[in-house]
């Protein structure tokens, strides 16, 4: 309900304009692929607005931009054209709307700072020596012919 009071046109988009829940990647570089989850997105001619909406501080975070960065990249639009509308929820008060636009520098500095925080990563002795915890499978016996099979 709070959603429809701070960004009405939510609810009145259509496909295939609007998308709900979608995802968009982009190469950041040869090794690395990264892959965003956006509550929503109005794609326009040659724009987008992505809508988030969390209990959260409005405020633009790593996060934003690393969702503004990736979306920008994965539909090869000019970073002018991209903004985020967030819908900062809160339990106790009333949620807030905060507009984000989006630039060149803003976007030169997400990919910098997104590759220097993987690239830190990679070299960090802690992820170095973090392994896979062991797979176990049960191997219990299992009769599967011995399952009546249910009509649909």
């Not at 609810?11 to 998308?19: G, V």
């Not at 829940?21 to 040659?46: G, H, M, P, W, Y």
């Not at 724009?47 to 969702?67: F, G, M, Q, T």
């Not at 191997?139 to 009509?151: A, R, S």
């Amino acid at each position: 309900m709070e959603v429809r009071l701070l960004f009405p046109e939510v609810f009145e988009w259509e496909p295939p304009t609007f998308l709900v829940d979608t995802q968009f990647s982009a190469k950041l570089n040869k090794d690395v692929c990264v892959q965003i989850n956006a509550n929503a997105a109005f794609l326009e001619r040659q724009s987008v607005h992505l809508i988030e909406w969390a209990i959260r501080h409005p405020a633009l975070n790593w996060s934003d931009r690393i969702k503004l960065w990736t979306a920008a990249e994965s539909l090869s639009l000019s970073p002018e054209n991209i903004k985020l509308t967030v819908l900062a929820l809160h339990p106790a008060h009333p949620g807030t709307r905060h507009e984000i636009s989006w630039d060149s520098r803003q976007h030169a500095q997400a990919k910098d700072w997104l590759a220097s925080a993987l690239a830190g990563q990679a070299r960090s002795p802690v992820a170095a020596r973090r392994t896979s915890p062991p797979a176990f499978a049960s191997l219990t016996p299992f009769d599967i012919e011995g399952i009546p099979e249910v009509e649909i």
